[in-house]
Nanobody, 127 residues
Framework: QMQLVESGGGLVQAGDSLRLACAAS????????MAWFRQAPGKEREFVSA????????NYADSVKGRFTISRDNAKNTVFLQMTSLKPEDTAIYYC????????????????????WGQGTQVTVSE
């Protein structure tokens, strides 16, 4: 069993930066791929970024590529999402998720298959 707790969300202006963190419980964290998803009001949950168990492979949605950076610190059981050049369309609740299945260099980009989820942290970007 794993628990995930996100933090770092807030209200910022367009062009600002935020760094989200997701703290995980359990010793299995270092063996799981981790991902960030987001969900805006009235929209489906969408993939943002993912990182392999050792941080060696990352993947990003086209909408955030070049602006967001995912990283992890396995010693601290934490995954991060550094967000820069934020836009109003980035406004959403951001969730971290864990995939316990080893998939090599592939990542799930659908929420289906991620077993563990955090409660989410709100990010609001104003004009």
């Amino acid at each position: 069993q794993m628990q995930l707790v996100e933090s770092g969300g807030g209200l910022v202006q367009a062009g600002d930066s935020l760094r989200l963190a997701c703290a995980a419980s359990g010793r299995a964290f270092s063996t799981y791929a981790m991902a960030w998803f987001r969900q805006a009001p009235g929209k489906e949950r969408e993939f943002v970024s993912a990182i392999s168990w050792n941080g060696g492979i990352t993947n990003y949605a086209d909408s955030v590529k070049g602006r967001f950076t995912i990283s992890r610190d396995n010693a601290k059981n934490t995954v991060f999402l550094q967000m820069t050049s934020l836009k109003p369309e980035d406004t959403a609740i951001y969730y971290c998720a864990a995939d316990p299945i080893y998939r090599g260099a592939s990542f799930l980009t659908s929420p289906v298959g991620y077993v563990y989820w955090g409660q989410g942290t709100q990010v609001t970007v104003s004009e």
